[in-house]
């Protein structure tokens, strides 16, 4: 009875908003967006622009003629779909090798089983309704149902970049928006590896994915593009469709907010409701494969270029710029993190290293686009020493087994990095400004102090919204199924006791 209760529960999430299709007028889709000064917003991508007038010489019953929709570059077109690639690559296999090289052998392959099939289940909820939720126009929390199914979207369908004028095939943007999608959730299972139960986990994913990861998504990166930005009245009235923390002016490039805050804070929320792992600070509990570990990370590393460089949704000198930020960023960060590990420790080690690298990775995400290469090293240099921190002291502190450090390295770095947004992305430091797209070039009146308060209201809004949605969304599975296997189940592994197989034969 209790699976069938817990099948129901997920078939009714997957379909909640069906009933309201036939109500809702079809809404323009979205791209992420890069904040201008003005908060942006812009007409239907893919729609015919404004008509160009009448020569002077034609008759009065000459009537304007429209001019042609923009047609997608095929070179920003091939970049995306590389780009998207690049991201699945990022979760399956990379985080699962990374997450799964980090637990004990008895529990490898749940892990591994946990990752890919919650990238799997996301994936179909996504373009069930879940682009539609957070990318089409309705309120600044949440979006419309004019996309469910993908319904309107064919091969001509176009979405909005953020370039005037410019445009990506509507299908490609859905997928690589699909791939941020996935891998949020998938990051929040490192913080209760080896004890919940495998329905437990995809129960949860389907109701936080609905309600924390969609509505955030809506509020940090919905608009319309820039087409809009004819005018200072055109742009106010276009501001009223954005997402809540667009129009503040948020700026969140590549995910800092939307990913992987949004990701720690339910990590550690769940670590505190799950409770800690039997025999926690009593048994050993080191990594069994350091090796996968490293190629995890390493394929993390390779992959967060489509994650990051894919977000400018162009293959411009922007993409180009945010190419050599994430890269120097991560390196900063791991040769941080191992000089203050080997300063506190004694020694440099391999899982210190790739720590480091995937905190270089959470922080410089929200600035890429924002920041020069000087200002990704600092961001790179502050992640390696503050989500050491955030793993050892920090984690003792708060006392959770958060297990593989979910909070500790995405939840701190990527708070660090929004927050970093805001300082190094002043044109006194390198950074790029914020661009204007009603006046077409660099506001000239960047304030630090202004902009990080606004980056602390995006990073608090996302805390508070995700914690609290998680904190029910446990407390339902819970109740309907419930979260942790049997102590005895725990203790023998879940690879045997869940799914019936082991990782090694020896």
Not at 231 to 251: M, V
Not at 412 to 438: K, R
Not at 455 to 470: D, K, M, R, Y
């Amino acid at each position: 009875m209790k699976k069938l209760i817990a099948l129901l529960a997920l078939l009714g999430a997957c379909n909640f908003a069906v009933t309201a299709v036939a109500q809702d007028k079809p809404a323009a889709p979205a791209a992420e967006a890069k904040p201008a000064e003005a908060a942006p917003a812009a007409p239907a991508p893919g729609a015919p622009v404004a008509a160009t007038a009448a020569p002077a010489a034609a008759t009065p019953a000459a009537t304007a003629t429209p001019a042609p929709a923009p047609v997608p570059n095929k070179g920003d077109t091939a970049w995306m779909i590389v780009a998207t690639v690049l991201v699945i690559m990022m979760t399956i296999p990379g985080l699962a090798l990374f997450y799964g090289g980090l637990v004990r052998t008895k529990n490898m392959l749940s892990v591994l089983m946990q990752v890919f099939v919650t990238f799997s289940l996301i994936s179909v909820l996504w373009v069930l309704y879940g682009y539609s939720i957070a990318f089409t126009e309705g309120n600044a929390f949440f979006g419309g149902f004019s996309r469910l199914f993908l319904s309107g979207i064919t091969g001509d369908s176009t979405a909005a970049t953020f370039s005037k004028g410019v445009v990506i095939p509507e299908y490609i943007y859905v997928v690589f928006q699909l791939t941020f999608a996935a891998i949020t959730p998938c990051l929040i299972i490192g913080a209760f590896a080896e004890r919940v139960k495998f329905s437990a986990v995809l129960l949860f994913m389907v109701l936080w994915f609905t309600f924390a990861y969609l509505p955030i998504a809506h509020m940090v990166w919905f608009w319309s593009g820039p087409d809009a930005f004819t005018d200072a009245a055109a742009a106010e009235k276009a501001t009223a469709t954005a997402g809540w923390l667009f129009q503040k002016g948020a700026l969140d490039f590549a995910g800092g907010t939307v990913v992987h805050i949004n990701a720690g804070i339910a990590a550690l929320v769940g670590a505190y409701v799950i409770g800690k792992r039997i025999g926690y600070n009593k048994e050993a509990m080191t990594p069994h494969s350091l090796t996968l570990t490293m190629v995890g990370a390493s394929l993390l590393w390779v992959g967060w270029f489509g994650f990051n460089v894919g977000s400018n949704l162009e293959a411009t000198g922007t993409a180009a710029m945010v190419f050599v930020n994430t890269l120097v960023a991560t390196a900063a960060a791991t040769l941080s993190w191992l000089f203050f590990e080997n300063m506190f420790k004694g020694r440099p080690s391999m899982l210190g290293a790739a720590s480091g690298a995937v905190a270089g990775l959470v922080a410089i995400t929200p600035a890429c686009g924002y920041v020069g290469p000087m200002g990704s090293i600092a961001l790179g240099v502050l992640a390696g020493g503050l989500c050491l921190w955030g793993v050892s002291g920090l984690k003792r502190m708060l006392g959770a087994d958060d297990s593989l450090d979910v909070f500790g390295v995405h939840g701190v770095g990527g708070i660090l990095g929004a927050l970093g947004t805001g300082v190094f992305a002043a044109p006194s430091l390198g950074g790029t400004g914020i661009y204007d797209y009603v006046t077409n070039k660099v506001a000239p009146d960047y304030s630090i102090m202004n902009q990080v308060i606004i980056q602390a209201t995006g990073v608090l809004t996302t805390i508070v919204w995700s914690g609290v949605v998680a904190f029910i969304a446990y407390k339902i599975v819970d109740m309907v199924i419930g979260l942790r296997v049997p102590e005895e189940e725990e203790r023998e592994g879940l690879d045997i006791t869940s799914h019936g197989e082991t990782a090694y034969h020896v």
